[in-house]
């Protein structure tokens, strides 16, 4: 089993990566939590795979389990299912001393968080992230967040969960496009901060060989947002570089209404998009929109989007986090893994869409 500690101030907890760990996932929670009661919170796609397999291995090790089961999409990430998931737990007559556990991608990652924060003021929870955008990426730094029908994310905050489960070999159970979706976001840490994995999913020869190194291109990543939480847990300098492409990707998962585009197909269009215009403008190393455009469609993600309406692209950019005041952090590269934060005035995004 490889394993990762984030290491913080406040909060610090182990991440856990090994091909077939959902097979002891009982035993591996029996070793770090003496909690009663544990809720299970995941959606119907991830329910018919694995949510009776969890609730079982816990109940064979003497937890008593309830388990919430949504309907998928970024669309349970809203205020009207978070009220749902408050009254069922508190009808299961959960405590602060008692544990919750987000078993989904990045969707139930987010809403479960929010709701262990919140809920009497903190529950521990639990991450067994079950897609690889969460289980690379969301999971990982405490990031918790719901939806406003004006944008993602918009009401969130920073809560840590006790540990992170991954089992790669969940992976194979999901849709091919979520694979890829995922996808999106390991070419994301090879921009910002690693060529070297870049140049690896370059090499890999097709989807058996992709999984054969699924395990490592994991730990690498996780080493990578590891590195970059810890050195920066609110997301106020070194962390924003998390955010490549996704300035540009949420305004166009919020342009069409989350039914287009999944979060990492977003970022696909994100990544390049901003990297053709900072080539353009002399910011970037020539040749690495070239190079991003050939591995973007290696794992089938667009990678062209054109705008009918910019003004309302402009409108959810201007809802982004990432805005300070009259500017907002952008971030671009220097090249292939090296990623910079470039802080420019909210009227000059223009040019990079």
Do not use: W
């Not at 967040?145 to 969130?156: E, T």
């Amino acid at each position: 089993m490889k394993e990762l500690g984030i290491n913080l101030i406040e909060n610090s907890y182990p991440i856990y990566i090994k091909k077939g760990l959902i097979d002891s996932i009982g035993e591996e929670i029996k070793k770090i939590s003496t909690n009663k009661k544990i809720a299970i919170i995941t959606d119907e796609n991830v329910d018919k795979f694995y949510g009776e397999k969890v609730k079982n291995k816990l109940e064979e090790n003497n937890f008593e389990v309830f388990k919430i089961v949504l309907k998928p999409g970024e669309k349970s990430k809203s205020f009207d299912v978070l009220l749902k998931v408050y009254d069922k737990l508190l009808d299961f007559g959960i405590t602060r001393g008692d544990l919750i556990i987000a078993l989904g991608g990045g969707v139930i990652g987010d809403l479960t968080g929010f709701a262990a924060a919140t809920l009497l003021r903190g529950i521990p929870f639990i991450q067994i992230p079950t897609s690889l955008l969460a289980q690379i990426d969301s999971s990982i730094g405490g990031k918790v967040a719901v939806d406003l029908p004006r944008g993602k994310n918009l009401v969130g905050n920073f809560y840590h969960p006790k540990a992170v489960f991954i089992d790669p070999n969940v992976l194979k159970t999901l849709d091919k496009r979520f694979l890829y979706d995922g996808m999106a976001e390991v070419i994301k840490y090879g921009c910002i901060k690693d060529k070297n994995l870049f140049d690896d999913l370059l090499k890999y020869d097709g989807e058996e060989d992709l999984f054969y190194h699924m395990e490592d291109i994991i730990y690498a990543c996780c080493s990578i947002k590891k590195e970059v939480v810890e050195k920066d847990e609110k997301d106020t300098g070194d962390r924003m570089l998390l955010n490549f492409g996704h300035t540009i990707g949420h305004a166009i998962e919020k342009y069409f209404n989350f039914e287009k585009y999944t979060h990492g197909e977003a970022v696909a269009l994100g990544m390049y998009a901003i990297t053709k215009k900072s080539e353009d403008m002399g910011i970037t190393k020539k040749g690495t929109c070239e190079n991003i455009k050939h591995i973007l469609k290696k794992y089938k993600l667009q990678y062209k989007i054109n705008f009918e309406d910019k003004d309302k692209i402009l409108e959810a950019i201007n809802l982004d986090k990432k805005n300070k005041g009259e500017f907002i952090n952008v971030i671009l590269l220097n090249y292939i893994g090296e990623g910079v934060i470039k802080k420019i005035n909210k009227e000059e995004i223009i040019k990079f869409i």
